[in-house]
């Protein structure tokens, strides 16, 4: 009877055991399957250069150093395909964004340059005003050049008829040069054709004289009219400089530079991910 209950007793004891043994490797088995797993993600580390397998993006890489290496990546179609087509999207948003940043600009640069660009506009109108005057006095001083030949040409003529009155039916008809006592008859028909070449001379002259006077006016009335514009100008100058808070024109004209420069940071940002998609995958760029 004893030795039956020594034998149940061991039963129990290795039962016990048993026990023991498998709560223990059940406890143990979390730091076996972490143990495992590092195990595996350095073998991963070493194959995948730890990288993160992606499908359809991640490069593979043969590291047979036999292989040819023209083959060392290999990208399929439809991978440089999807590539391509977000560079594309990447570069038209980057055109864009740049397009706005420029009109963003533009619109800061105009409103800050409204009062300068009237004020340019005042000296401008006036300068040309001044080169018409100038123009005008021009014209004047050759309306009276014409003039003044024509006075002397007129001087010219009168001499003329002076010295051969009968040829102009202005003396006693006796055609007797009363100096010299002698006919001058026959030299009437000489003297009659420079009398009118001189005539026509002088009606030219004091026609170009006249047309020279008309020309002056209609400069002058220019150089009026533009003075006009420019002091029209000058008052609304002084109208917005009197209304319009010029700090605040500044402040919006910042404010859309620096919305303009936002813009131009996310074009940069979109570039240089393009820069990397190009330097990682050349292959789907080859002309």
Known sequence: MRRINKRSQAFVEYGLLIV?????????????????????????????????????????????????????????????????????????QISNLEAQAKDLEESAADSLAIIPN?????????????????????????????????????????????????CFGLGDGTYIDP?????????CPGAQTAASDLQNEINSLISQADGLDSQAAALDQEAADLRFDAQILEDAIDHLEENTAIDEVEAQADLLNAQAQELR???????????????????????
């Open 118 to 166: 009237l004020r340019q506009q005042v000296a401008d109108k006036r300068a040309e005003a001044v080169a018409k005057e100038i123009e005008a006095n021009n014209k004047r001083s050759e309306s009276a050049a014409r003039r003044s030949d024509a006075a002397s040409k007129q001087s010219a003529l009168d001499a003329l008829r002076s010295s051969y009155p009968d």
């Open 20 to 92: 023991v043994l498998v709560a223990a490797l059940v406890a143990m088995r979390v730091y076996y399957t972490r143990a495992l797993q590092s195990k595996f993600r350095a073998s991963a580390d070493v194959w995948g250069e730890g990288e993160q397998y992606a499908k359809g993006i991640t490069v593979i890489s043969n590291t047979d150093s036999s292989s040819d290496p023209a083959e060392d990546l290999i990208i399929d179609r439809e991978t440089c395909a999807s590539i391509q087509a977000q560079v594309n999207l990447l570069e038209e």
């Open 265 to 287: 940071d996310q074009a940069q940002a979109k570039r240089d991910s393009v820069d990397n998609y190009k330097e990682s995958y050349p292959d789907c760029f080859v002309d």
């Open 179 to 187: 100096f010299t006592g002698e006919s001058y008859s026959a030299q």
